[in-house]
């Protein structure tokens, strides 16, 4: 196949993938909800990480205290505040994580969804070099089938906003919440493993991959 053909069969995949601007919405809402949900669990959960910290502090001052009473013997110490310091180096990292994940997946609530619906109008207004950094953050790969045009395996979080099924579930969930509310607990059962990951950089190959239009 010509360069210029792959590069149309291209444009034209882009084209046909793009996502009209009242499903981005509806998207936008759903992930919202999906992401205010898992919140909420992970806070529940970081309570009881607190406490058990806080219950590990309060245990190594009691330690201390019993050797400086005479009824724990060094050895015995240091072995318990191993422990003790171990378990509370793993608590602090889930505490503090917790909310470093939930900052910057809300971050990127916004961006995804508008990138995706803006995808064919991004893709045909850049250069070639462009070109290329858009087929590595949409896709894991791109394949051209000298019939079929092309064929993409979108790259997380894109694999969800593309997905029809996610799409559809989207619109449904924001007419109800149009008519009654937001309804949260509707949102359970969504996939997660669609919706979050990090973008691959190098996608994998199979048949001719597209990584730019020089390619």
Known sequence: MFVP??????????????????IVNALRELITAEFDRLHAT???ERQGYQQERDGLLGERKKLLEAHYAGAIPLDLL????????RRL????AQIEAGDIEYEQAQAHIDDC????????AIYTSIDDSLRRI????FFDRLIVLPEDGVIGEPGEPFNALFNAEVQTRAVHYKGRTAESGPQTADVGGL?????????????TTRGLKVRCSTD
């Open 5 to 22: 053909d792959i590069e149309a069969a291209v444009e034209d995949y882009y084209r046909s993938i793009q996502i009209a601007p009242h």
């Open 42 to 44: 992970a806070r529940h």
């Open 78 to 85: 240091g072995e318990e505040q191993e422990r003790i310091a």
């Open 89 to 92: 180096a793993f608590l602090e």
């Open 113 to 120: 969804p508008a990138l995706a619906g803006d995808c064919y």
């Open 134 to 137: 858009a087929n590595q953050a």
């Open 191 to 203: 996939n997660n493993d669609l919706l979050v990951g990090p973008v691959g950089i190098e996608p």
